[in-house]
């Protein structure tokens, strides 16, 4: 079986509807065909200020969320970035192939850390990018599924790895993104020329999956679209009405041409009505879920622990692998 590996940040509160349609919904179906694995990722969670006691709970509620989202981890192997040392280890050996310029390079750092203030963002948030390409590398993963935000981190990834590759002999898997089109960038409900993003949507913007499921309602039922009356799938002219058309599609399993026809002559209120029950239907029982394996934290503890044990036994080896081939000397 061809091998995924992604991530997730252990985000306070909840995942949100850019996360799972984008990601976390690839991942569950990803576990049926590939071998799998999938973490939490805290080491990342600590690139900007965080609370202890926050993250530690937060990291079981990511958790939660991927259970309730469908990860089975008798199908998948479910840990924590942190549990896994070699993250941190392989990560200094690619800090050392980066060069500085190209580093400067990665988008996300440029908007992180222009958010914060330059002089304030961390060192760690500068070389989080290169974090992310040992964790890839490390499960020697062919495919890497992902939003469309993190495709510039995967060019890195096969940048680095051919790197290392050419100097010291073939040691890496050069992964590919998995980033299925119709749900590479989910937008914000107010402002869909923006992906929907924890940091940058407003609170109207952002579906928060485990808000109130008739607070979820509201939003859809407020979702910006446009002067128009017509539902049809168009990005460049109407690009609320297509937003909200892919979350209708994806959730539902229909097509978008069945939807516009369904909607032909309807106003933007039935398309709205609609996709808030739709919506709803869909919250509901994942916060239910979500909850109940929250109520059962050594179960969830126990996952993660067996997670962290399967995922070891790979990152090991490819770690010595990679220490042995830059020159480092065995320890007996
Ligand atoms: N709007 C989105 N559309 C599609 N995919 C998205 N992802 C995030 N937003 C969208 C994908 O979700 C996965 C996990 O991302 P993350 O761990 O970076 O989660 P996050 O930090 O909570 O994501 P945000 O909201 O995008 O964070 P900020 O605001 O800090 O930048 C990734 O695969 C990502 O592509």
């Known amino acids: 079986r061809p091998r995924v590996l992604s991530g997730i940040q252990p985000t306070a509160g909840s995942f949100h509807l ?24 805290d080491l990342h969670a600590i690139t900007v200020p ?14 939660a969320q991927l259970l309730a989202a469908g990860l089975d981890p008798d199908r998948c192997t479910l840990f924590v970035q942190s549990h896994v040392p070699e993250h941190a280890q392989l990560a200094w050996v690619m800090n050392c192939l980066t060069g500085f310029g190209e580093a400067s390079r990665m988008t996300q750092f ?10 304030r963002a961390s060192v760690g948030l500068f070389t989080y990018p290169i974090l992310q390409v040992a964790d890839i590398l490390l499960y020697q993963a062919h495919e890497v599924p992902v939003g469309e935000d993190q495709r510039q981190h995967i060019e890195l990834t096969r940048d680095l790895a051919t790197r290392f590759n050419g100097r010291f002999g073939d040691t890496f898997t050069l992964p590919k ?30 579906i928060n999956l485990l808000d109130e499921p008739k607070a979820t309602a509201k939003k859809v039922k407020s979702a910006v679209t446009d002067t128009d009356t017509v539902i049809r799938y168009d990005v460049a002219e109407k690009p609320g009405v297509s937003n909200l058309l892919t979350i209708y599609s994806v959730l539902t399993g229909t097509e978008i041409a069945d939807l516009e026809e369904k909607y032909a002559g309807k106003g933007y209120g039935a398309l709205k009505t609609d996709l808030a029950e739709v919506m709803v239907d869909f919250v509901t029982p994942f916060r239910e879920r979500t909850q ?30 990679a220490y042995e081939r830059v020159g480092f000397l065995s320890a007996k």
Do not use: C
């Open 18 to 41: 850019g996360n799972y349609l984008g990601a976390v919904r690839q991942w569950v179906a990803l576990q049926e065909t590939h071998d799998a694995f999938y973490m939490v990722v």
């Open 110 to 119: 440029k908007d992180k850390s222009a958010k914060q203030g330059a002089d």
């Open 292 to 321: 109940q394996y929250l109520d059962d934290p050594e179960t969830l503890d126990s996952i993660l622990a067996k997670g962290a044990e399967k995922a070891r036994a790979v990152a090991a080896e490819t770690l010595a692998q």
């Open 50 to 63: 965080q609370d202890p006691e926050e993250l530690r709970a937060n990291t079981r509620l990511a958790t």
């Open 177 to 206: 993104p998995y980033i299925l089109k119709e749900t590479a960038k989910i937008y914000d409900l107010q402002d869909p020329a923006v992906k929907m993003s924890k940091s940058a949507s407003t609170p109207k913007g952002l």
